[in-house]
Nanobody, 124 residues
Framework: VHLVESGGGLVQPGGSLRLSCAAS????????MSWYRQVPGKEPELVAA????????NYADSVEGRFTISRDNAKNMVYLQMNNLEPEDTAVYYCVALSVWGPKIHAHRPSHYWGQGTQVTVSS
């Protein structure tokens, strides 16, 4: 399994960024995918997840209505569109394959397959 994120950077509050994750070396369309983020000294936070067939997606309360996760199974890509960014969104964002798709976002479980991460900094 190989996951490579891109699209991070520095953006002003209220701005937008689109993160991309290229997946390879596994059957991408059979796996639920997610985006986690982590700030120094804290545990990773699951912010968005999407089912393998794109039929379901869910979000952490902190990003609901601002972030949108999507995927293109034909291209083995997953995306995170982030709008109306806030300084609190500053973190390293990771593309992660899920091992468990639960009834709610808090029941999802990550696999061992994480990308290398991309830094998102929201600051004026």
């Amino acid at each position: 399994v190989h996951l490579v994120e891109s699209g991070g950077g520095l953006v002003q509050p209220g701005g937008s960024l689109r993160l991309s994750c290229a997946a390879s070396e596994f059957t991408f369309s059979s796996v639920a995918m997610s985006w986690y983020r982590q700030v120094p000294g804290k545990e990773p936070e699951l912010v968005a997840a999407i089912f393998r067939t794109q039929s379901d997606a869910n979000y952490a309360d902190s990003v609901e209505g601002r972030f949108t996760i999507s995927r293109d199974n034909a291209k083995n890509m997953v995306y995170l569109q982030m709008n109306n960014l806030e300084p609190e969104d500053t973190a390293v964002y990771y593309c992660v394959a899920l091992s468990v798709w639960g009834p709610k976002i808090h029941a999802h479980r990550p696999s061992h397959y994480w990308g290398q991460g991309t830094q998102v900094t929201v600051s004026s």
